[in-house]
């Protein structure tokens, strides 16, 4: 169960809930992509790369410093970050949520390698407007711990021991590359996840006595 603690961020003036929300291995299928991208720039047969790699993807046979010259291409020449297939349900369940009254600020790791920042970012913009995905804020970041949010959902393990270290509470989104780490808090699905901050949510605005919204998807009172 989560904490009913949001953390030291928790302490502002403005009554506004916000969710930071990962997109790689949380909203967007990266794993995925970049799979099929590697078969491509490879030449090896799909059959022989696994669609459940662990973090780093050492199941795919990826020699010394290949990692990133392939992650160059997928951004640079296969538009990555504009390509990648949302996960199940996840986009009408931000959008639910985000008519509820959470302001939703992404907070991802896309500027990897260096000199192709603007690629990144604006590969970045046109997913999220693409599919439909709500937000307020964008955090190209690594240390997700730098900025605010009352709760976060994430599937870096590493991220996560990070930011539950500085009080901050986190929903963890199952793949390959986490499901067998030891997590305080798990979501299996965008079902799930949905759940979980909802619940989150709806304890933040009793502890503020403020109203709830009269149903999922639905705007508050006070709206």
């Known amino acids: ?3 009913p603690r949001a953390g030291r961020r928790e302490v502002m003036s403005e009554e506004t809930f916000v969710l930071g929300l990962d997109l790689d291995g949380c909203v967007a299928d990266f794993i995925g992509r970049m799979r099929e991208i590697y078969v ?3 030449g090896r047969e799909p059959e022989d790369v696994t669609e459940a790699p662990t973090y780093g993807f050492p199941e795919w046979g990826l020699v010394e410093g290949e990692y990133d010259r392939l992650h160059r291409f997928a951004v640079t020449q296969r538009k990555l970050f504009e390509t990648m297939k949302p996960l199940a349900g996840a986009g009408p369940c931000l959008r639910r949520l985000s008519a509820e009254g959470i302001r939703i600020r992404i907070a991802t790791h896309r500027l990897f390698i260096s000199y192709f ?3 990144a970012a604006v590969q970045t913009i046109r997913w999220l407007e693409t599919h439909g995905i709500p937000y307020w804020d964008l955090c190209l970041i690594e240390d997700k711990s ?4 009352d709760l976060f959902v994430e599937d870096s393990v590493k991220n996560i021991v990070k930011l539950e270290a500085e009080g901050c509470p986190v929903i963890c989104i199952t793949n390959s590359a986490n499901q067998k780490e030891d997590v305080s808090t798990r979501a299996e699905d965008w079902v799930e996840a949905e759940q979980l901050i909802r ?3 709806y304890e933040w605005r009793q502890g503020l006595s403020l109203e709830l919204p009269p149903g999922p998807g639905q705007p508050p009172p006070a709206a």
Not at 146 to 149: F, M, S
Request: no cysteine; charged share 25%; glycine share 0%.
């Open 1 to 3: 169960m989560l904490s």
């Open 40 to 42: 491509e720039w490879s």
């Open 117 to 119: 920042h603007e690629v």
């Open 146 to 149: 730098a900025i605010r949010a």
């Open 199 to 201: 619940s989150r949510y």
